[in-house]
């Protein structure tokens, strides 16, 4: 860890929680947004949601999907 980096880390740590979780969200948006991954997933969401919605795929189940992944990895 450079100098500045070190700077930046000590001080961060003396923000209160509410404060540093507010500092994670904003880093971890900028590195997301940075690398395009929150418009992918933004766009497999709509794909997702539209498939439902006009029928081309049926939800299942939360036990249903979790038994079909554990027969699969036996």
Do not use: F, Y
């Not at 766009?43 to 919605?53: F, H, P, Q, V």
């Not at 795929?57 to 038994?67: G, M, Y």
């Amino acid at each position: 860890m450079n100098a500045h980096l070190k700077t930046l880390a000590e001080e961060a740590l003396k923000l209160r929680p509410d404060e540093r979780e507010a500092l994670v969200q904003v880093l971890i948006a900028s590195v997301s947004e940075e690398d395009g991954v929150e418009a992918a997933w933004a766009t497999e969401i709509e794909r997702r949601a539209a498939e439902l919605e006009c029928g081309a795929v049926q939800a299942i189940p939360l036990t249903d999907a979790l038994d079909q992944i554990r027969s699969r990895l036996k």
